[in-house]
């Protein structure tokens, strides 16, 4: 525990090679790499892609879960504030889904989504409704205000029935 915390309190100064580390702190080079390795896991520490090690909050990226309003707007919680999602990036991620993003902008928080870490996987259910000869769904609870379904010809999908569904990829 001792070893973490001196770890933590030197990479809240500024990013460091596995070799400055190793320099800096009286750790035997495996446990050092464990440690490490079980940091950048649970996104508390970020190797950059120049094999570096930073603290998350200190660098430009952040990871968080997906939460959506109304109005279609996608942002994540983290530690410091709310970052909102670009708009143009947020139609492809869904309530719950754990993303690594990239600000953009720092007053107000944007980020750009850079991975989808996890996706969710809630089932759903909610009515279908019929509206300029195309279906959607009205989703039950407030996750989503309505969504558009894609049916074949095959699919015997009546208007005002409840039905139990899981979001697939849009088109």
């Not at 430009?60 to 109005?71: A, C, M, S, W």
């Not at 989808?116 to 909610?126: A, C, H, I, N």
């Amino acid at each position: 525990m001792e070893n973490k915390n001196q770890l933590l309190n030197l990479l809240q100064k500024r990013a460091y090679s596995f070799q400055e580390l190793k320099e800096e702190l009286d750790i035997d080079e495996k446990s050092l790499y464990q440690l490490l390795k079980d940091l950048v896991q649970k996104y508390e520490v970020l190797k950059t892609t120049k094999d570096h090690y930073i603290m998350m909050e200190k660098s430009d990226y952040r990871i968080g879960q997906v939460e959506k309003n109304y109005n279609g707007t996608a942002f994540i919680r983290v530690s410091d504030g709310v970052v909102r999602i670009a708009p143009e990036f947020a139609k492809s991620l869904t309530r719950g889904d754990v993303i690594k993003l990239k600000l953009v902008a720092h007053e107000p928080k944007v980020g750009l989504p850079m991975e989808v870490l996890s996706k969710t996987d809630d089932l759903l259910t909610g009515t279908v409704y019929f509206e300029d000869g195309r279906k959607f769904i009205k989703v039950d609870g407030s996750k989503y205000r309505r969504l558009k379904i894609q049916v074949t010809e095959e699919d015997k999908i009546l208007e005002n029935k409840k039905v139990l569904f899981k979001l697939g990829k849009q088109f």
